[in-house]
């Protein structure tokens, strides 16, 4: 069987999932740290007010900003959002949520913040490598058979799609 770009493309996906637990070690510290950053931005008053009043009063958001020792950084929360008061729409970011909700100033929640960043930036740099690598190496084969000589190893990504014959000008009986 001969190889399309879309099962190319479908196949180093395959091979780029191997990052998935690294992915999720980050959400997890992103979490971690945008609930602290939201704490930190707040004064215990606040916080208590905050749950004090009716659930309606405030919006859930898991898209949290932060000017971060200077830089416009992005955290999310991986479930349920933190309780943020509501803000007009803001027009650089588009519509409601992901508004600035305070200053972190240089120090060691800064420093935690931005290593997370490092190392969100470097697995988003792996993955994309891998995945052109991996479709670099795809390109220089044009069938399964092939494939499977050139690429052993990597026959986890693929193998569903060697049983798949098609043989032409016969429907396929499922």
Known sequence: ???SKTLRETIARNASKVFDAQRLDLKVREDSLARE???SVHTADEIKAVDAAPENWFRLDACLRFNVAGMNIILRTAEKGVRVPYQPRSEQYGSYGCNMLGVIKAGDLADRIMALENDK???KDKTQSAYNNVLAML???HSLKKLEQAWP???QFYAQYLEQVVVAGVPQIT
């Open 1 to 3: 069987m001969s190889i």
């Open 37 to 39: 950053a939201y704490l």
């Open 121 to 123: 930036q470097e697995l």
């Open 139 to 141: 390109g220089s084969v």
């Open 153 to 155: 190893e990597g026959r």
